[in-house]
Each structure stands twice: as structure tokens, then as C-alpha cells.
């Protein structure tokens, strides 16, 4: 049977990638499927959310998630990743070491209003990326369809990682570095004098007519992304 991604939820967007916003805390993540893999870009917050996000790929490409990238390591975007047993991960170099410190991910959970039991299920079944990123990393998933995974951090967090779908449009998954539905959190690992550089490097991936894909809110374009930078370098004082 033919099944639409928006039956599943889901917001097409060209070239065998779709993505969806999750409930909660309104988490972007976002499918890539090539004929021969198919890549998951965050996991949700909870193992539920990871769950529902295998199920509902296994329904629209009848073949389970072979590769997930991590856009960061922070609860809302990573902690469904033990749904996914079998799919090779990848994050950001150091992504890793901190996924490893389960109790802190936990802590920020719980401090975010998830119940102690998603919490602490998610936390003890952690996984951390086996594949770190240091630069970029080129990805066939088949058929033609090649998609580079560029650690072009730090800005939100330390260890940000984005994702380029070329295609018509080309698109680029940009994690919580771009947001649309609220003002942009800079916490406690954040490096806010690169932030401004990082998208910078995202406009310079992706070009003025990509479509650009934030970590949380509706999808924007290279206009949005731009104006985003000056705000935060004005912010921060950075040039």
C-alpha cells in the first residue's frame, strides 16, 4: 500500500528526505533515504519518541534507519537513539565523551519537565556515536544519493553537526543552530563567538536556494538564516 509521509505526520521535502516536529519540546528529525540506506537525523527525547519515529520509518520506507546523525549532543534531540539496534551513529568529534556522562543528560531532562522513568529509561540505554566528525563526511546511501555530514561548530553547542541532501531543492538539516519557533538558546555549552561562523558556513553549504531546516520550527530559507546571523552576532559583539 502507498503510504504519504504527511499520513505519518511528516512534511515532505524533496529528494527522499521528509522531516517531522516532534510533540513536546517541538524537535525537528529528519529522514534521508537512498536506495540502498536510509539516514535519521536526531532521535527524539525519550525512548518512546525513538520507538514511534522507527515505526513510523519502517511504515513509509518499508526498510528499517541504517545511519543517524546526532545534530548535538542535548536530551530533546538524542535520546531515542537505543530505539534504532543495529544502525551505525554518528555526531560531532566529542559527541561522544559527553553522550558517555548519562547522569548530566538525565539531570537536564528532568529539570526540562520529563518524568523520572523516560528519563532515567533513555539515560542508562544511551548511545553515543561510534563515527565522530571532524570536518566533513561524505555518505552514500545509494542510487546516486550522496549527503555530507559537516561538523561546522561550535555555535549552539560544542559540537554541532549539520547534514547537506543535495537535489532540487538542495536541503540542509541545521539542528538546533537555526531555530524558526522562538529566539535562539544559547545555554551553558554554548560558544557564542563562533555561532555566527558556523552559519555562515551553513549558507556557504547550502547556497541562497536551499531549503534550510532548523532544529526546532518550520523550515526557512537562506534569507531567514542570514538575518539569524547578524541577530546573534549583534548579541554576542562578534563581527
Known amino acids: 500500500?502507498?503510504?504519504?509521509?504527511?499520513?505519518?505526520?511528516?512534511?515532505?521535502?524533496?529528494?527522499?528526505?521528509?522531516r517531522r516536529r516532534l510533540p513536546v519540546w517541538d524537535a525537528t528529525a529528519a529522514l534521508v533515504a537512498g536506495a540502498d540506506g536510509v539516514l535519521l537525523y536526531d532521535t527524539g527525547s525519550t525512548l518512546?519518541?525513538?520507538v514511534e519515529l522507527r515505526t513510523q520509518?519502517?511504515?513509509?520506507?518499508?526498510?528499517?534507519v541504517t545511519h543517524i546523525a546526532l545534530s548535538h549532543p542535548h536530551f530533546d534531540h538524542v535520546l531515542g537513539t537505543a530505539a534504532f539496534s543495529g544502525a551505525e551513529v554518528y555526531?560531532?568529534?566529542?559527541?561522544a565523551e559527553l553522550l558517555g556522562r548519562g547522569e548530566e543528560l538525565r539531570a537536564d531532562a528532568l529539570r526540562h519537565g520529563?518524568?523520572?522513568?523516560?528519563?532515567?529509561a533513555?539515560?542508562?540505554?544511551?548511545?553515543?556515536p561510534r563515527h565522530q566528525v571532524s570536518g566533513e563526511w561524505t555518505l552514500d546511501l545509494g542510487g546516486g544519493l550522496q549527503v555530507l555530514l559537516a561538523n561546522v561548530?561550535?555555535?549552539?553547542?560544542?559540537?554541532?553537526?549539520?547534514?547537506?541532501?543535495?537535489?532540487?531543492?538542495?536541503?540542509?538539516?541545521?539542528?538546533?543552530?537555526?531555530?524558526?519557533s522562538g529566539e535562539p538558546q544559547a545555554g551553558g555549552d554554548a560558544v557564542p563567538t563562533h555561532w555566527p561562523a558556523a552559519l555562515d558556513r551553513l549558507l556557504e553549504l547550502g547556497g541562497?536556494?536551499?531549503?534550510?531546516?532548523?532544529?526546532?520550527?518550520?523550515?526557512?530559507d537562506a534569507a531567514f538564516v542570514r538575518a539569524q546571523r547578524d541577530q546573534l552576532a549583534d548579541r554576542f559583539g562578534v563581527s
Do not use: I, K, Q
Open 153 to 180: 561548530g561550535p555555535g549552539h553547542s560544542g559540537h554541532d553537526l549539520a547534514v547537506l541532501v543535495p537535489g532540487s531543492p538542495v536541503v540542509v538539516l541545521c539542528g538546533d543552530l537555526v531555530e524558526e
Open 91 to 95: 555526531g560531532a568529534v566529542g559527541t
Open 122 to 128: 533513555a539515560t542508562d540505554a544511551l548511545v553515543a
Open 208 to 220: 541562497e536556494d536551499a531549503l534550510y531546516v532548523p532544529g526546532h520550527g518550520a523550515v526557512v
Open 48 to 50: 518512546r519518541e525513538g
Open 114 to 120: 520529563m518524568s523520572e522513568a523516560d528519563a532515567t
Open 57 to 64: 520509518a519502517e511504515g513509509l520506507l518499508g526498510r528499517r
Open 1 to 18: 500500500m502507498d503510504v504519504s509521509w504527511e499520513e505519518f505526520g511528516w512534511e515532505r521535502l524533496g529528494n527522499g528526505t521528509g
